[in-house]
């Protein structure tokens, strides 16, 4: 391919891809802790349930960060240009993860303990609520005529890439660590082995020219002063529907990931190395999901490829309660494999139609803001509610939680008019 803006295709996508491919695996490793061993460290309780419950809310405090993350960062992409804002990001992002690594538990430290945590856990936020809209941004704005959702979707690829290595690790943690051994220090390699993944995607974006869209804006004045005022008194109905658009593809892989995990081995009994493994296959079909939803949407339109990912959603819901309930492992791995297939269809083709709904000068204010506001709903709260949910009323509440996420998603593509859903 030709290059553009001074960098090749490839290299451009690589770049995309492999920030979003941390930030999975920077969130996903805190998600497996949370459902594995931050409860008895961090949140001492007589209650095993609580401890998971304040774990979770631990874990939840990212995706309010992730708004305000979004504006800084919006903010200087949209005024200064993509690239260094990507940087940017990802330093704090990376930072705040390897530092857990280094924490002290509540037996040794007291409430420093978790303070400190959600301290690092609010940085973690910050750093990600600039990280996906603008890796989606580097790609789409550097896409051929007629590639942009097949470009869209090496952001959202990063989701399984960072989960395939963060189970990954903990697996082979698992198999090599004994419990203690685990609880004691294992659970802290997988945070400071963040570093090696950080320092490949600075290496790679430091190589990166500012993006062609971004720079026509730039050289005709149409860059806001404040980009966040302009988004919301100009592209308010864009913003609420992308932010209402994300909610299936988050409540879908929060629930098939963080709680069916701390479910499944806590409630069910099944060993954390067997659940790992299952997940490892399972996220092959998320893969494959996004594939092929996004290089249809670039035949048929992005927005036809939601629609199908947010009614599978809430089919999945309700299948849910009898098929993760399930005592036999291979049962409960159909449903994760559907499930995170249809989020595929969910998912993919966000990196291509998040940034369509807006113009160069608020494009990264608008589709950071709506990707991190949608996840506080969609995944921020999730894990916790899904968790109350099921103490309480059983998995087919917890089903009927995701059926609400898909049926909200799925609205939001009639608050735009139909030839903005389905232009490729």
Known sequence: MAARGGASHRRILFASLVGTAVEFYDFYIYATAAALVFGPLFFPSESASAQLMLAYASFGLAFVARPVGAVLFGHFGDRIGRKSTLVASLVLMGCSTVAIAFLPTYAQAGWIAPLLLCVLRLGQGLGLG???????????????????????????????????????????????????????WGWRLPFLASAVLVALGLW??????????????????????????????????????????????????????????????TVLGHSREAFLAIELVAILFLAAGIVVASV?????????????????????????????????????????????????????????????????????????????????????????????????GGLGHVGLYLVAAGALSLLSLAILPRERNNQP
């Open 204 to 265: 790679v974006r430091l190589k990166l020219t500012e993006t062609p869209e971004f720079l026509e804006a730039a050289q005709a004045e149409a860059l806001p002063k404040v980009p966040i005022a302009t988004l919301l008194r100009d592209h308010f109905r864009e913003t609420l529907a992308a932010t209402v658009s994300v909610v299936a593809c988050f409540a879908i892989f929060y629930l098939a990931t963080a709680f069916a995990m701390g479910y499944e081995t």
């Open 130 to 184: 600039g990280e996906w809209g603008g890796a989606s941004l580097l790609a789409v704005e550097n896409a051929p005529e007629g590639w942009r959702n097949r470009y869209g979707m090496f952001p959202p690829m990063g989701a399984p890439v960072g989960f395939i290595a963060a189970n990954g690790f903990f697996l082979l943690l698992g198999l090599f660590l004994t419990d203690d051994q685990f609880r004691d």
């Open 296 to 392: 249809l949407a670039d035949r048929t339109g992005a927005g036809r490829m939601l629609a199908w990912g947010f009614a599978g959603t809430i089919a999945v819901g309700f299948l849910l309660g009898p098929m993760l309930g399930a005592p036999s492992l291979f049962v409960v791995w159909l449903w994760l494999a559907l499930a995170l297939f249809v989020m595929g269809f969910a998912y993919g083709p966000l990196g291509g139609w998040l940034p369509s709904l807006f113009p160069p000068g608020v494009r990264y204010t608008g589709t950071s803001m709506s990707f991190n506001l949608g996840g506080i709903v969609g995944g921020g709260l999730a894990p916790m509610i899904a968790q109350a949910l099921a103490d309480h």
